[in-house]
């Protein structure tokens, strides 16, 4: 095993996670994070609303939307996971 490998990322990789994630990045991906959760949150509610006089077409549509939108809040917290654990590595492989 080389010592590249024991010392954590190289200065390269650590250069292009920095870029990758910068603070703008992850302000940016708070934001999308919140409107996505209003998203959520409306659609949930415009289903709720649908009364038993509603066609099947609607209410398949609704939950599709709801499902869309509670899917696309998932992947913005599993990139939000995925950034963090990319700053903590580099951040311990510097110390």
Known sequence: MSAQHTQ???STVKDSLT????????ASL???????KRDVRKASEARAKLGPECSR????SANAKCARNA?????LYATKDRAKEAIAKVKGGAA
């Open 8 to 10: 954590g990322p190289s």
């Open 19 to 26: 870029a990758q994630y910068t603070p703008e990045f992850m």
């Open 30 to 36: 708070e934001k999308d994070i919140e409107a996505a």
């Open 57 to 60: 077409a609607a209410i398949t």
């Open 71 to 75: 899917e696309y809040l998932e992947r």
